[in-house]
């Protein structure tokens, strides 16, 4: 149990163009959802907390219009990257948690975004 | 304020030789910690997770870690290494108090020579 997903595992596009990308709790309620980022050989850096049916929480140096974070229901959660640069190439890597499940987050296995 | 420290970026171990991987925390309060293993282009796997119970705390795959209060520690541990421990690995705290948030060190690169 407690599986993540994440679509797609990879992706490349051009500059200025959006790409949007899911993170779906597989079998439980995912009643509040992170994204992190992380650097080639970097650590994971938290990006925004959000909970289903309300706007997400971003870090501090987190551009809330650049990311663009959606958590509609209690399994999907979409990140989206807008007007994307190269410098916003990275992994991205979503976790889930819920309620009933002692706080633990349970991590996708992250998207691979190159900008062109 | 909190933070975790993991003092080794590289350790490079024989195959079938212990590994230590060692990590410091300073939290104000009882912390939650955790050990997750990252495989190249993988996401995160949890190794084993300390929740202020017992203070030694068995994980996946012949992975422990123990609880040092006394020296806020939490540092890694394998008897023997096997070649597919080559993985970066993550000692990461979690205070309830802030949603759950979770606060990654910057990561261990195990090297498992043969």
């Known amino acids: 149990g407690a599986v993540v997903s994440q679509h797609p595992s990879w992706v490349i596009c051009k500059s200025g163009t959006s790409v949007k990308i899911e993170c779906r709790s597989l079998?439980?309620?995912?009643?509040?959802m992170f994204w992190y980022r992380q650097f080639p050989k970097q650590s994971l850096m938290l990006m925004a907390t959000?909970?289903?049916?309300?706007?997400?929480?971003?870090e501090q140096g987190v551009e809330k219009d650049k990311f663009l974070i959606n958590h509609a229901s209690l399994t999907l959660s979409t990140l989206t990257v807008t007007s994307a640069h190269p410098e916003d190439s990275s992994f991205y890597i979503c976790?889930?948690?819920?309620?009933?499940?002692?706080?633990?987050?349970?991590f996708g296995p992250g998207t691979r975004l190159t900008v062109t | 304020a909190q933070s975790v420290t993991q003092l080794d970026s590289h350790v490079s171990v024989s195959e079938g030789t212990p590994v230590l991987l060692r990590c410091n925390y300073s939290?104000?309060?009882?912390?939650?910690l955790f050990w997750y293993v990252q495989h190249p282009n993988k996401g995160l796997q949890l190794l084993l997770k300390?929740?202020?119970?017992?203070?030694l705390v068995k994980g996946i795959n012949g992975f422990e870690a123990e609880f040092k209060k006394s020296e806020t520690s939490f540092h890694l541990t394998k008897p023997s290494a096997h070649m597919s421990d080559a993985a970066e690995y993550f000692c990461?705290?979690?205070?309830?108090?802030?949603?759950?948030?979770?606060?990654f060190g910057a990561g261990t690169i195990l090297r498992v020579k043969s």
């Open positions: 976790s889930a948690t819920s309620s009933g499940r002692t706080g633990e987050q349970y």
């Open positions: 079998d439980f309620q995912a009643t509040t």
């Open positions: 959000s909970n289903e049916g309300s706007k997400a929480t971003y």
């Open positions: 939290s104000s309060y009882s912390p939650s």
């Open positions: 300390y929740t202020s119970a017992a203070t």
């Open positions: 990461v705290v979690r205070r309830r108090e802030y949603g759950n948030k979770l606060v």
